[in-house]
């Protein structure tokens, strides 16, 4: 019987050699679902408070339908920016959402660099774009050997697993 | 100077004490002497002497000077310091006596007359809502819900790492399967 190593057995297993056979672990769908869930309520509960603060302020004083309509562009673009501005800045700060941290996860630069401001708000694009077709932009991460999603590919980014 | 009848009346004198203690020695070492005492003891006047000893001022006057003499502590020092009431102490409480007399507390409707009152007492609420308001208290049950926070999301992750394989492996079996499917020819 020949002894066959950890790096055959993934290749059998996997089809492909898994992140753990090979150094650093990427992540997979679950994980990344689960933490962009966690994102998804702090995002929207930091919202909800408040448009529900605001809308109560604004209850008191007598708007228009026009100035109501203006309000309302406002608030989405608001809401936009918030979007924006959370998962870019976590990505190049510390590469991390507070959902990523809750999982333990990071996204980096494959060498394992941050990512700058740019290139975190690329990937926030990816990921919208990615999301756009009925999700498909995430599939490719059930297929990489690295994990990759659209957005990773489009940012040039991995996400990897930050657990000891 | 001593005359000489001094002399003789000193003289008579110790050997009348040498031959009295002989005398006593005697008697206490005769088998008579056990049966006399036991006869004594046993007697209605050994048992009214106890008693009047008892109800007079004797036992006050002895709980005075024990008190005044600290003669308790003189007792319990020198045995608190030899660890010997440390042993007593374990021996009695190991005893099945010791057992016995707590189950016969518990049981006993003295335990639940002081509760009963215990729970009606003000000060224990009142103790209660000190301690429920302390800091340590309310940091500890923060760190519990901190601890337990964390043990849930430490689960959630190793089985969210084990169901990305496992997803992983699914969808690619399920491609290579189809890919390997034999076509079948008309």
Redesign the interface.
């Known amino acids: 019987m020949t002894a066959i190593g950890a790096q055959e057995v993934a290749r059998r297993v996997h089809g492909t050699a898994p992140a753990e056979a090979t150094g650093p672990r990427y992540v997979g769908l679950v994980t990344r679902t689960i933490a962009f869930v966690v994102d998804a309520a702090i995002v929207n509960g930091v919202a909800a408070v408040t448009a529900a603060a605001v809308v109560l302020v604004l209850s008191l004083f007598p708007i228009s339908h026009n100035l109501r309509t203006v309000l309302v562009a406002i608030g989405g673009a608001a809401f936009f920016v918030w979007v924006v501005a959370y998962f870019a800045t976590f990505w190049a700060t510390t590469g991390q959402t507070p959902g990523n941290r809750v999982m333990r996860i990071r996204v980096t630069r494959p060498a394992g660099g941050r990512l700058r401001p740019r290139r975190a708000m690329l990937r926030v694009v990816g990921v919208v774009l990615a999301a756009l077709p009925l999700f498909a932009g995430f599939v490719p991460i059930l297929f990489t050997d690295r994990r990759r999603g659209f957005a990773d590919w489009l940012a040039d980014t991995v996400v990897l697993s930050d657990q000891e | 100077m001593l005359g000489p009848l001094d002399a003789v009346v000193s003289r008579a004198s110790r050997l009348a004490s040498r031959v009295g203690l002989a005398a006593l020695d005697a008697t206490l070492a005769s088998r008579f002497a056990e049966e006399a005492v036991d006869r004594v003891l046993r007697s209605e006047l050994a048992e009214r002497a106890l008693r009047q000893a008892l109800a007079g001022a004797l036992i006050d006057t002895a709980g005075q000077d024990i008190a005044q003499r600290a003669v308790i502590e003189r007792i319990s020092e020198p045995l608190v310091a030899s660890g010997e009431l440390d042993r007593i102490a374990d021996a009695v409480l190991a005893s099945p006596a010791a057992e016995r007399m707590v189950a016969r507390l518990i049981d006993s409707p003295l335990l639940d007359e002081a509760v009963a009152r215990l729970l009606e007492s003000e000060e224990l609420w009142l103790l209660v809502d000190e301690i429920a308001r302390s800091p340590a208290v309310t940091e500890a049950i923060g760190q519990q819900s901190i601890g337990f926070a964390d043990q849930v999301?430490g689960a959630?992750?190793a089985r969210?790492?084990n169901?990305?394989?496992r997803?992983?492996?699914a969808?690619?079996g399920l491609?290579?399967r189809r890919r390997r499917k034999p076509r079948v020819t008309p």
């Open positions: 999301a959630v992750r969210s790492l169901a990305d394989d997803l992983e492996l969808v690619r491609v290579t």
